[in-house]
């Protein structure tokens, strides 16, 4: 494992250097971090190129406020800074937001999507309704004293193996980039927009989602086809490593 930094970004690689290659760049949901992913990163005999980039305020990292625009664009001045000719997408949750826009604002043709998988990335309003919007229901002076600290310690004291797991990984957090983030994806996702740009740009996509996830959209509306990870829901590297993993590398 490789900790890579430019400016103010982190980001863990499996590779010493990216520099004019081909990369599989990976987003995480709110919460999360890239230690959640590590028995990807860390597959032996493993050629392929992985990119994870922590989140604003996540693994640890000082938060300062920062819009998913900002960091969307310093995500690009490093992919130039390196000269990646060609990324290959796999995200999930609030993190599927990250490629949709830096491919609207920033990515030109000189630089392939060769695919984007996206893991139930936030396309609609409906995607808000479970985390995000709960999260700005409470001033966010409330949440950062108390709420956060709450939902913090139900999942860590949570019977259910992958509540705990996600409950560890919400101590390295910070509570007002957990809200912040919240509340950007809660304004982004309000219309189609995300929706429609997912349907009609990225040519070669995949729509993922865990079995025991309630899906709200007709298979049509997602313009790509559908992949199902068995035994699983919405945290399904938390939930499920081994179905995940065949997954994951089945699509890539």
Known sequence: MFKIKFNDLQFISNKKSIFNSKVIMLFYGLGCNSQDLRF???R???NKKILIAELPGHNKNKYFYESLFKFSRK???FIRKNKIKEITFFAHSLGGIIPIILVKN???KKIKISKFINYEGNLTK???ETLTKKTVSYNKSEFIMNKFENLVT???NSETDFLRLWGYSLTRTSPSAFYDLSEECVKISETNELLN???VFFKRKVYVYGEKTQINNPEYSFGSVRCKIKGSGHFSYLENKEEF???FWKLI
């Open 40 to 42: 990807i990163y860390k």
């Open 44 to 46: 032996k005999n493993l």
């Open 75 to 77: 995500l690009y001045l």
């Open 106 to 108: 920033f990515i030109k």
């Open 126 to 128: 409906y995607d808000t």
């Open 154 to 156: 139900r999942c860590l």
């Open 197 to 199: 740009f997912f349907r």
């Open 245 to 247: 993993s065949k997954t």
